[in-house]
Nanobody, 122 residues
């Protein structure tokens, strides 16, 4: 089992920045891909970004490329999502995910956090 706890959400104006954190516990964190998904009200949960266990490979949804950066610190068992140039359409609950495979499809992800709300005002 892997337990994930997100933090860092909040209210920010358009154009601003936030950094989300995902603290992991349980099994060896570095053995898992880590990812971020988001779910806006009334919409399906969608992939945002993912990173390999070593941190060498990263993957992004087209909608966030160039604005968001995913990273991890395996010594701290923590992953991060730096979000810059935020837009109102980035408003959503952001979920941390972990799996032994690249977490890009919500239905295939085994481990989830409970989410943190990000609200971007215009």
């Amino acid at each position: 089992q892997v337990q994930l706890v997100e933090s860092g959400g909040g209210l920010v104006q358009a154009g601003g920045s936030l950094r989300l954190s995902c603290a992991a516990s349980g099994r060896t964190f570095r053995n898992y891909y880590m990812g971020w998904f988001r779910q806006a009200p009334g919409k399906a949960r969608r992939f945002v970004a993912a990173i390999s266990g070593s941190g060498e490979s990263t993957y992004y949804a087209d909608s966030v490329k160039g604005r968001f950066t995913i990273s991890r610190d395996n010594a701290k068992n923590t992953g991060y999502l730096q979000m810059n140039s935020l837009k109102p359409e980035d408003t959503a609950v952001y979920y941390c995910a972990a799996d032994v495979r690249i977490p890009t499809v919500p239905s295939a992800v085994n481990y989830w956090g409970k989410g943190t709300l990000v609200t971007v005002s215009s």
